[in-house]
């Protein structure tokens, strides 16, 4: 089946700084991938739609400016958690659409834990 | 506003029995609807789907009902195992195969527990 990798599987910051997560296809290519953030006990909500070589989507409450998203190959997305504070701890998910082989399934990665101090 | 509702937050089941999941939708341009299964810490995993035109869609252990008269889907796991107890996700999409068409919109999950 599809495999999405996530890198770091957890990181701790400090406020301020700046994070970058990595979402990976590994065995597909994904002209669409998604991100989500997840708050204990609660659903995953969709943050923003990216697109191979395009600006990405991104859903309303959701600031472009401090989650920046660059997809820039067919089996690589990047969010960028930009001067993060502690509301910005979460659970972030990737997932990729391997595109008309399945129709709307999503293959998400294992999540990345971010903690901000 | 939440497009896909799993009003239940928990359900217990003895091993062996039948576990029914239930999910709610809102949204008449949904057409094609999945059930994720999920771990703490872990990404979710597809455990299966059904497009609109069907009404039932069964794989091994595992069967999904939708009704669309009534915007309701359920999932049905015969028979419920220990290995099953996680948070089961439901999610729903509208018509389109790629691009921003396909983005999920998920409800809140049930966590389901299967008791030895």
């Known amino acids: 089946g599809a495999v999405v990798s996530q890198h770091p599987s957890w990181v701790i910051c400090k406020s301020g700084t700046s994070v970058k997560i990595e979402c990976r296809s590994l065995?597909?290519?994904?002209?669409?991938m998604f991100w989500y953030r997840q708050f204990p006990k609660q659903s995953l909500m969709l943050m923003a739609t990216s697109n191979e070589g395009s600006k990405a989507t991104y859903e309303q409450g959701v600031e472009k400016d401090k989650f920046l998203i660059n997809h820039a190959s067919l089996t690589l997305s990047t969010l960028t958690v930009t001067s993060a504070h502690p509301e910005d701890s979460s659970f972030y998910i990737c997932s990729a659409n391997p595109g008309l082989r399945t129709y709307n399934e999503q293959f998400f990665g294992p999540g990345t834990r971010l903690t901000v101090l | 506003d939440q497009q896909v509702k799993q009003n239940s937050p928990s359900l217990s089941v003895q091993e062996g029995r039948i576990s029914i999941l239930n999910c709610d939708y809102t949204n008449s341009m949904f057409d094609y609807f999945l059930w994720y299964k999920k771990y703490p810490a872990e990404g979710p995993t597809f455990l299966i789907s059904?497009?609109?035109?069907?009404d039932k869609n069964e794989d091994g252990r595992f069967t999904v009902f939708l009704n669309k008269s009534a915007k309701h889907l359920s999932l049905h796991i015969v028979p419920s195992q220990p290995g099953d107890s996680a948070v089961y996700f439901c999610a729903a999409s509208a018509a389109g195969y790629t691009g921003a068409n396909s983005k999920l919109t998920f409800g809140k999950g049930i966590t389901l527990s299967v008791r030895p």
């Open positions: 065995d597909f290519q994904a002209t669409t």
């Open positions: 059904i497009s609109s035109i069907k």
